[in-house]
């Protein structure tokens, strides 16, 4: 392969393709030499593709430059680049079969999948997604390796990567935001639905460079097809009921065109009871003498959900692209376990437990486009744009409790240049403002707005085997918060003798301070990777970045009572008060603020090809200035209707923990494996482990870290009937922070089978499939709810799905 | 106080501060710091005792949260009662043998602002109104109204009135407050209801101070008129209560109800049952607003009235015997009525609204407040009750070992004693009663 000058390869972009217009026509093969049909081959950095024919023959025309790159996928064969001098003639690309399932990202501007990258991704699609989707977009991704839930009683969970979540992994629909309000309070929902979803990718590690600070942890992107990119008529519709919590759920999704106009639609309505448990909801620590009667086995209370919603959109197809608009809407209406304000037992009463519930309502409109415009200077231009209005209030006894209201815009252009000396790559432009708000009893944080303003630079290159990526990002970030309030924090330790009758209402301070803040900061990242097929079938990454992150507004300004999270949250802009009998515990904290940096080591090892697929990963993360919440040791009050809550003894039952972000540097190490042995034909035995450490570079442990797990899968898929056994063991977490307790082991046995009918209009699958078989009595560690919500017990699910 | 803050902090307002660390900026402007404004209206603390002093004219309010005395005044004469106002904020003295009513202001109190109700904490104090009219007796109250009876002197030819004023009034210290002035003398009974007035009628040839008959007034500027006699007597009535839809007397042949719908009161009588021997009748009653029944006691013996069925229900207290009753009130927010006897056990009823037969009223729980001998209370002392409308705890004074207990009706048990250091006589709750439907 010739090497050319940059000079050469400069002109050679800028001239017109007709002077160097090359072809290039082939035959994909399988390693017996046989065939593969419909395999797709993409010209890289060209925006050309094509489909292989019965014959397995494919032909480009009037390719630029005298050498190229072929892309060439096809199913249950691993992805393979091809580099070639033009013009090539009846040339063989061979295939060589996987037992990993591969789907490529379309998260990154780059070709990537989870067998093509520098750093891990896995995707979640097809059946498999259809067979592991939940109300709650964590728990639809438990199962993913290096992927776990902060299972909130079933009525919320966000992925939790890498022991990392919260403002620390980006949620996005379609590559953009959510625009929800899940990444300040577990007990938030992710406003995205996974049933009427396409793939749900997962990008674990640091994904600064595409997405700016909210993903240092990395990114969860929910994909649909409410923007269609191509003239197809399809849909699919899915009925299932699962029996723990009675959930019916109806979906479906169509896509259809009409001329040059693609339209979609979809909508799906989901509806639960309170979810049904083995033992007892609620763990009693010997330190507490609540004689709570409520739920004392069999449901947790107030688990009951409903939500619907569905999405339009149309687009405009092209020749060179698309240009599409879509509308969606979701509702949901969500209990909110484990909210006992304070638990005034009345024994004569059944209601011990206030019932509170969300009532979540979400509006997004979206602006997709993807245009290869061939131009000297422009290869291809990416635009995305969304609008999101976001509200969600909290009902106690049928009042409004608390608003959450976030009104969101967010803008990238993808701007990829053509090949440059063999360089692929282009600029990145983001902007992204969000308001957002919180009225009421449990409004932590004050209104704050944020706003970012970004560029980002990606090149990648092959040189030989090795595919290296490099990137650089810089941002701006404000965050303005008008009214943030430092009220005089009633705040005492429980040190004292509990019963002095004592006076711990301090009518001294009778006023709010209030701040007008302006926070700015100027976060960057740089990363390089190298992807290096060294040899057939194998491959191996690297990632080494360095990423920064602003904080954000509620780890910064927040000051109240958040029961989501059952403690009363104090941003970083305060600080405790070092003198110890001081009126006032907290005050205004007068050290800089800091940004978050992560320095991000990853290696992968892959072994692609055969019957036995094999993926490592392991990641060492030290993470500077780490916000997260300590434990102060005292107490304030929960700013709830307690009659009582004075009285002389005070039992503690309207009151929380203070917790205070601090910023300290921590490490996150650990690994992620799979390996995946295509026994025979139609059987599929896959292993997975997970792991991760997350301590204080001071010593200690950061709370909530997901336990060592270790997974394997026995499938069968035969023709008609497919069918999976998983046993999953959550082995204990004893590693554990200041005032966390221990959680036990527990062991997860599913089950599905389903039976596939091919007719003339559709595909149907009938199947049924069965969750925690032996009714394990499970605790999740890394919930904020460990102690209330168990898992739900055994769960038999049956489904009808549809497709044509 | 809590103004003179707020200035004194002002002046200290918008220091900028501003920290800078790489690419990172931070910039604070204080601004004008907001008082608090506690809308929680029901977290208003446990409230305040006036106590009053069996050897002087002394009465002295404490604080609740902590037990601190915050004030003393001096009344004119020895408080033959103590009341809370409408609202509980102020404690009226009624000295009847010097024809008194004078009021303390407790200090606790919530205004209106709309969205919420905002609570204020201040010195307790004495206030400025006064009431001098003859012999002021019963004084009842219903949220919004105090209905005081004047008895009325035989020897001074002093006739019997009603005042009926509110708890602005009282704040303001304004004399406008509309008056029922009658012919005659009686030891008579009121109940304000809104622009009327329900008070009885004596006819002034008998030769019982007693009245027999019921009226209802409505008010016209600074005085009243009769508007509607009831036929049906009430012999030897003493004792009155009201709750939202009925007025209640105590007769020495049954308990007489009238239904108020809309301006117009019907009569109507609730004769003794079989569980009522020789002269007993019920000469005491107790109501409150959202109580469907109301409670009288024959002596000892305690009946549940139930108007709306018009039955007479004898409640199983259990007292011991020769135990009078001393004390007694509904508490815990109408969810418990209590009763206090000569024998110092203070007797908890749960109190269900919803019984419409059998009993409203059931025995919960005793507890024994003291175990000296109570034969030994000097003359014209007793234990006395005072019950929060706050929360659910009950307070009681007792002159022998001059210390006030405070009880928690959910535990049943006495939870802390107070020393006095001086002969409590009289004893009344103030503070900021809890809202109705917070519990």
């Given at each position: 392969m010739g090497r050319k000058t940059l000079l050469a390869s400069l002109i050679a972009a800028s001239l017109s393709g007709q002077v160097w217009a090359q072809s290039v026509q082939g035959t994909v093969v399988d390693e017996q030499g046989q065939p593969v049909a419909e395999a797709w081959v993409t010209v890289v950095g060209q925006n050309k593709k094509v489909k292989t024919d019965a014959a397995g023959r494919f032909e480009f025309q009037a390719l630029q430059g005298n050498h190229t790159e072929l892309h060439i996928e096809a199913n249950s064969f691993a992805h393979r680049n091809f580099q070639l001098e033009l013009p090539a003639q009846d040339m063989q690309f061979a295939l060589t079969p996987t037992a990993l399932e591969i789907i490529d990202v379309k998260a990154s501007p780059f070709h990537a999948s989870s067998t093509e990258s520098a750093l891990p991704v896995s995707v979640l699609a097809g059946d498999r997604l259809k067979m592991n989707q939940q109300s709650t977009l964590g728990d639809t991704l438990k199962n993913e390796v290096g992927v776990h839930s902060n299972f909130y009683g079933s009525v919320a969970s966000s992925p939790i990567i890498r022991g990392l979540d919260g403002p620390r992994v980006l949620i996005t629909q379609n590559g953009l935001?959510?625009?929800?309000?899940?990444r300040v309070g577990p007990d938030h929902s992710v406003s995205a639905e996974a049933s009427t979803a396409s793939q749900i990718e997962v990008l674990r590690g640091p994904a600064t460079l595409f997405y700016g600070s909210g993903a240092i942890g990395g990114v969860v992107n929910v994909v649909d097809d409410r923007i269609p990119t191509e003239q197809v008529t399809k849909g699919e519709w899915m009925l299932q009921r699962e029996s723990v919590n009675n959930e019916k759920l109806a979906s479906g999704s169509a896509q259809t065109f009409v001329g040059q106009t693609g339209l979609y639609a979809d909508v799906f309505w989901r509806d639960n009871d309170d979810y049904r448990i083995p033992g007892e909801a609620e763990v009693h620590h010997d330190d507490e003498d609540h004689d709570h009667e409520e739920g004392a086995s069999g449901k947790v209370a107030n688990t009951a959900a409903t939500a619907k919603g569905f999405s339009l959109g149309s687009s405009y197809l092209l020749e060179n692209g698309f240009v599409g608009v879509s509308f969606g809407q979701l509702k949901r209406e969500y209990g909110i376990p484990g909210h006992s304000h304070g638990g005034h037992a009345h024994e004569d009463e059944e209601q011990a437990e206030e019932s509170v519930y969300a009532d979540l309502k979400q509006d997004r409109v979206q602006f997709l486009s993807e245009l290869d415009l061939d131009l000297p200077w422009l290869q291809k231009l990416n635009s995305r744009i969304a609008y999101t209005d976001y509200q969600h209030v909290e009902v106690e006894e049928g009042l409004v409790g608390t608003t959450f209201k976030n009104q969101s815009e967010e803008a990238r252009f993808e701007l990829l240049h053509p090949v440059i000396s063999d360089w692929r790559g282009g600029v990145s432009l983001q902007y992204k403002h969000s308001d957002f708000e919180a009225i009421g009893a449990e409004a932590f944080t004050p209104p704050s707005s944020t706003e970012m303003l970004a560029v980002a630079l990606m090149e990648e290159r092959h040189f030989g085997p090795v595919l290296v990526q490099l990137g650089a990002r810089t941002e701006q970030v404000a965050i303005n918060a008008a009214d943030v309030l430092l009220p005089p924090l009633a705040a005492h330790s429980h040190d004292e003798d509990a019963h002095d009758h004592g006076p711990d209402h301090d009518h001294g301070a009778e006023f709010i301070r209030v701040f007008d803040v302006e926070h700015k900061f100027k976060p960057y990242s740089l990363s390089a990777g190298a992807f290096w097929d060294f040899t057939e079938g194998y491959n191996l990454g690297v990632s080494v970045s360095r990423s920064e992150r602003a904080p954000s507004a509620a780890e910064l300004l927040s000051f109240g009572p958040h029961i989501g999270t059952a403690s009363y949250e104090i941003g970083a802009l305060f600080s405790l008060n070092d003198d110890p009998h001081a009126e006032q515990a907290i005050v205004l904290n007068r050290q800089p603020i800091e940004m978050e940096v992560a320095n991000n080591l990853d290696l992968t090892f892959r072994k692609i090809s055969g019957d036995l697929g094999l993926v490592l990963n392991a990641f060492y993360n030290k993470v500077d200035n780490y916000y997260y919440q300590q434990n102060t040791g005292l107490f304030a009050e929960d700013g709830h209707n307690h009659d009582h809550a004075e009285e002389e003894g005070h039992d503690h039952s309207g009151e929380l923990p203070v917790y205070l972000f601090v910023a300290e540097d921590v490490i996150l190490h650990g690994f992620e494996s799979q390996l995946v042995w295509q026994?025979?034909?139609p059987y599929r035995f896959t292993v997975q482990a997970d792991y991760i450490r997350a301590r204080l570079d001071r010593g200690g442990d950061l709370p909530r870290t997901p336990p060592l797990r270790l997974s394997s899968e026995l499938a069968y898929e035969g023709d008609q009937i497919s069918a999976d056994l998983r046993l999953t063991r959550y082995f204990k977490q004893d590693r554990i922070s200041e005032l966390e307790s221990a959680t036990a082991g527990y062991n997860l046995l599913d089950a599905s089978v389903s039976y596939h009918l091919s007719g003339a209009l559709q595909d149907i699958v009938l199947y049924v499939k069965g969750e925690n078989l032996t009714d394990e009595e499970a605790r999740v560690h890394t919930s904020f709810l460990k102690d209330k919500t168990p898992l739900p017990g055994r769960s038999l699910g049956l489904g009808i799905r549809g497709q044509f | 106080m809590l103004k003179s803050k707020v200035n004194v902090l002002a002046l200290l307002i918008s220091a900028s501060l501003l920290a800078a660390c790489g690419d990172s900026t931070t910039n604070i402007v204080e601004k004008d710091p907001i008082p608090v404004e506690d809308d929680h209206d029901h977290e208003t603390g446990a409230g305040r005792l006036v106590i009053s002093d069996k050897d002087s004219t002394m009465l002295r309010v404490y604080n609740l949260e902590d037990g601190d005395l915050l004030g003393q005044f001096s009344s004119l004469s020895n408080a033959s009662a103590l009341y809370a106002s409408a609202s509980q904020r102020f404690a009226m003295v009624v000295q009847r043998e010097s024809d008194k009513v004078e009021f303390i202001d407790g200090g606790l109190y919530q205004e209106d602002h709309g969205d919420h109700l905002h609570p204020y904490e201040e010195e307790p104090r004495l206030m400025s109104l006064q009431l001098s009219e003859s012999r002021p007796t019963h004084v009842t109250t219903t949220d919004e109204q105090i209905a005081i009876f004047f008895d009325g002197n035989v020897a001074t030819s002093s006739v019997a009135k009603v005042a009926v004023l509110n708890d602005d009034q009282i704040n303001t210290g304004s004399n406008d407050y509309p008056v029922l002035t009658y012919s005659t003398h009686m030891h008579g009974a009121a109940q304000a209801r809104g622009e009327m007035l329900v008070s009885t009628i004596r006819d002034a040839a008998t030769a019982s101070t007693l009245p027999d008959q019921v009226g209802v007034y409505h008010v016209h500027g600074d005085h009243f008129h009769l508007e509607q006699e009831f036929a049906l007597r009430c012999p030897g009535l003493h004792g009155s209560a009201q709750n939202k839809d009925y007025v209640s007397f105590g007769c020495t042949d049954g308990v007489m109800l009238l239904k108020q719908d809309g301006e117009t009161f019907t009569a109507s009588k609730v004769a003794h049952t079989a569980d009522f021997t020789g002269t007993m009748r019920i000469g005491t009653l107790e109501g409150v607003e959202d109580a469907p029944h109301f409670i009288g006691f024959a002596g000892a013996t305690v009946f549940s009235v139930n108007p709306v069925a018009g039955s007479l229900n004898k409640v199983d207290w259990q007292g011991a015997t020769g135990a009078n009753i001393i004390g007694y009130g509904f508490a815990d927010h109408g969810e418990k009525f209590v009763l206090l006897d000569s024998t110092g056990a203070l007797s908890i009823l749960n109190y269900n609204a919803a019984a419409a037969t059998g009993a409203a009223f059931a025995l919960a729980n005793k507890v024994q407040?003291?175990?000296?001998?109570?034969?030994?209370?000097?003359?014209?002392?007793q234990l006395q009750l005072a019950i929060s409308a706050a929360d659910d705890k009950v307070y009681v004074a007792d002159p022998l070992s001059k210390t006030v207990s405070t009880i928690d009706l959910e535990e049943a048990k006495v939870i802390e004693k107070q020393e006095l250091g001086f002969t409590p006589h009289k004893m009344v709750w103030v503070g900021i009663p809890a809202g109705h439907d917070d519990h």
């Open positions: 935001d959510a625009g929800d309000a899940s026994i025979a034909q | 407040i003291t175990t000296a001998d109570l034969t030994t209370m000097p003359t014209g002392s």
